[in-house]
């Protein structure tokens, strides 16, 4: 049983579309991170959220407590955006990481 | 599926202490490993990238002689926190990777120096 859920696992996109990864939990939890990874690095934090929605540059997210789910979006999506993204939920003591989302852009 | 195996998974130690954590990759080979750290209330900062048989890479504000990292095998990555203080008190995680592959997360290691 998978703590939190991602998807889509594969995403590709063309140049200047609208994405949106989706994140789905079943335990309580204190705070939920969006993180990227590019290839060979580690990982940044993008978001940390607890509620409501948070918007950096042309990245959004939202989550929504009651029904323990929350989505990334990028808008005006470009080649730099390719890496893979993941969610992680936090209870307090420690993390659940979703399995995480390619996301390839297009030129 | 791939695991990472971290340990201990609490500790609870005096000031000037030092502690080592282990990163294990139990069926695949890890070229690459991370560490990060979490804060109460934050998000994950990665520490530092330690690449199999080489230094490790440090991020910048992260002290090396501080936070000592071996990984001297495929399947093994260290940290050490040397003469640990409470201002290291924090969860630390690691994560390994073979190639280009996801990351896998061990569970986390809380650590509280009184």
């Known amino acids: 049983k998978n703590e939190v859920e991602q998807s889509p696992q594969n995403l590709t996109a063309q140049e200047g579309e609208f994405i949106t990864i989706n994140c789905s939990y079943s335990?309580?939890?204190?705070?939920l991170h969006w993180l990227q990874q590019h290839p060979g690095g580690g990982i940044v934090s993008l978001f940390m959220?607890?509620?409501g929605k948070k918007k950096h540059g042309r990245l959004i997210a939202t989550i929504n407590i009651q029904e323990k789910h929350s989505s990334l979006h990028i808008t005006a999506s470009h080649p730099r955006d390719s890496a893979v993204y993941i969610c992680?939920?936090?209870?307090?003591?420690?993390?659940?990481f979703g399995t995480g989302t390619s996301l390839t852009v297009i030129p | 599926g791939a695991v990472v195996s971290q340990h201990p998974s609490r500790v609870i130690c005096k000031s000037g202490t030092s502690v080592k954590i282990e990163c294990r990759s139990l069926?695949?080979?890890?070229?690459?490993m991370f560490w990060y750290r979490q804060f109460p209330k934050q998000s994950l900062m990665l520490m530092a990238t330690?690449?199999?048989?080489?230094?490790?890479?440090?991020e910048q504000g992260v002290e090396k002689d501080k936070f000592l990292i071996n990984h001297a095998s495929l399947t093994l990555s260290t940290l050490t926190v040397t003469s640990a203080h409470p201002e290291d008190s924090s969860f630390y995680i690691c994560?390994?990777?073979?190639?280009?592959?996801?990351?896998?997360f061990g569970d986390g290691t809380r650590l509280s120096i009184l």
């Open positions: 994560s390994a990777s073979s190639g280009d592959q996801p990351q896998h």
């Open positions: 335990v309580g939890i204190s705070a």
């Open positions: 959220l607890s509620s």
């Open positions: 992680a939920v936090d209870p307090g003591n420690q993390f659940y």
């Open positions: 069926d695949f080979q890890a070229t690459t």
């Open positions: 330690s690449n199999e048989g080489s230094k490790a890479t440090y």
